[in-house]
């Protein structure tokens, strides 16, 4: 009580110095060039192989990048106070967006190879045929147009209220940022949600799982906050935040990442048993695929890397107050979202077992190296923490 | 220790007028070495423990043995009867480990009654509850701690206790209406 009350002096902003970092700059924007070009190559040679590779790369950072969305839009609606000093952070990389729906473009072009449904005509398969109202090129236009177009500018009044708000400390802006998050918290749960069927449950237009929305929502946040985790301390280790992010925030974040790997395996477990339990030919095929040949393996890590391990070592006191060893675990959740839409995606494509192809990694470096090539220029375009927002001091001294 | 009238004596009250005096009078008295002592509020008060200086609680090592008991229990009372003991093919699913998705929301529910147990009986344990009546409420003006008031209580068995140390002591730090408890 007196502790919190005792005045603080409102600190400075802090800038990122871009030109400090220009090498890494110009080591990524090359990076993304010659992978860019690659990439373009893969489309030519073998567009089938490619397009999976693609996609997996591109569900890989849209989940990163909208969970960052979910977060802040959280942050609003909830009125939240722990969050303030991580929050233009997480608007930075939601705000990526904008490019990632740039990277779309090849998955609408290289459609056919993805979306079997697209390729069969009318009248021939009487499962697809009933579900044409939905599945038709029309609508999923217009929906993906939807999405991304949420996206974009949800993450972007977002920020631009919150950086207009470091100028003149206006608590107009809070209010309305809060009305913002109101409006884009249920349009984001739609959004994530269709967006998880059409673009990768429809990857396989026979299976349907109703839980399959929340089951990627569910990765998106756990991931999405232990990538804010890895950023946090890499700005911290650059010098940045130093006297702004305590232990007690690495405590919140460690908190969520727990809550995440919980809620992960309860959504995961969840639709796999009442799909086991039911046994329909038409909803077992997606974990038969799965669960057989060297699928299996990567389905065991998943269970295995993604709920057991994290939630021994998150259960711990002691690991969420040590930024160093909670950077390993949240860099390993990262990891292991990565392999979540491997198997999500790629077995679409080899049903008989796994079988990595350059063109995975050629695409995850083409889409990170630009994602982190257009952070570090959005990142020193404002201070690193909101300045002037109300409930800065009280974030600062934040105690849990 | 007793009174000159006889009476055997719990300890020294006083009352603060705030949740932020009785903040600081927490730490005084924590800096003084006093072990056996508490302070009573309306409401909870954020960074309270660090000031009284207490340690981490022991009741989450109590809380992850009951749900590791509940976890065996489960797996056990599931897989003995339908693994061994009795196995009995339903849908053709197997009797083996493999039975286990259809086992988990038992483990899982078992996992957090038994967890839930623990934390409440170990939680009354702790507090020495259940617990008909308390030595403070013998002191009238300790009624109001449920609606505005704030108590810091330092306890006759505290080795450091000496009726004139514990005086001076919650004078200093604000305390008023400093009163002695009797045990009954």
Redesign the interface.
Known sequence: MSDRSQALPTPEGEYFESNRFAGLSVLLGLVALVALALSIAGAMIDPHQFSFSWLFAFAFFFTLCAGCLFWTIVHHATDAEWSVVVRRQLENIASLAVVLAVFFVPILMLRHHLYEWMNIPPGQEASLDSKRPYLNWNFFLARTIFYLGFFILASFFLRRLSIRQDKDGNPRCTLMMRKVAFIALPLFALSLSFGAFDWLMGLNYRWFSTMFGVYIFAGTAGSSMSLLVLVISALRSAGYLKEVVTLEHYHIMGKWMFAFCVFWAYIGFGQYMLIWYANMPEETQYFLTRNTESWWILSMLLVIGRFFGPFAILLLRSIKKQPHRLCYVAGWIVFMQMLDMYIVILPALHGTGMHLSIWDFVSLIAIGATLGFVYLRIVAKASLFPVRDPRLIESLKLTN | MRTPSGHEVYGMAAEYPS???L??AAKRVRDAGFKRWDVHSPYP???MD??MGLK?SWLSAVVLAGGISGLLTAAIMEFGPSSFLYPLTV?GKPTNFFTV??F??IMFELTILFSAFAAFFAMLIMNGLPRLHHPIFNWGRFSRVTNDAFFLVIEARDPRFTEIEARNLLEKSGGQHITIIHED
Do not use: D, Q, S
């Open positions: 949740a932020a005096a903040f600081e008060i954020h960074g660090e000031a981490k849908h998705p259809a988990f929301p």
